[in-house]
């Protein structure tokens, strides 16, 4: 699982280049310091969850139960869906950059045509649907009287939820700045495609922990 440079060193001699190992087997450092910095990112939601469960077991299971009768979990489960499906149209994105296809070939309505460019602002679409979903029942609970200091429930709830919304936001304005460096490059380099990939790998990430805490606080009663 990596970015890998196909590039082999054009000026070495016919014997040198035969020696060398491709720099096609080399693992790029970009990925490999994103998925290390992605590892501590994990341990920063495993303190979360943590905090949540552990909160939930003091509570108890009454205090808790009538918290969550406050949640609109048809809601949350379409946001979940928007979220999941945008981790598909991410990688279709991924997939034309591996092509170095950064733009549409064909129609808007041909998707096998698409090119990163198109892919990664659906994908962006979706996840602001997402962030604007949070906000709308954010909105919703605290006109219920669900606040982050009304009741120890509502601390861990938005504060579960907002981190991993900041979270979301944060891949929203990495996608905005690989779009913007391809609009302004003249070339799609191997290096916009290094970027393309690594935010690819973030964009996954918060998916997976959404998926997660879906779970945890919508499903389990």
Known sequence: ??????????????????????????????????????????????????????????????????STEMLNIRFAAVNTTVLVLSSVTCQFGVFAAERFQNKRTGSIFQFSKWGMREWFVLTFLMGAFFVGGQIYEYVNLVGEGLTISSRAYGS???????????????????????????NRAQKFSHSQATTAIVVSYYWHFVDIVWIALFSAIYLIK
């Open 1 to 66: 699982m990596g970015t890998f440079d196909a590039q082999v060193g054009q000026n070495l001699p016919m014997s040198s280049a035969s020696i060398a190992t491709p720099r096609i087997n080399r693992p790029n450092l970009v990925a490999v310091g994103t998925i290390v910095w992605l590892s501590s990112e994990l341990m920063f939601f495993a303190a979360l969850f943590a905090m949540y469960f552990t909160t939930r077991a003091v509570q108890g299971p009454a205090t808790w139960l009538h």
């Open 156 to 182: 861990v709830f938005y504060i579960t939820t907002g981190f991993h919304g900041l979270h979301v936001t944060g891949g929203l304005i990495a996608f905005l700045i690989v779009l913007l460096r391809v």
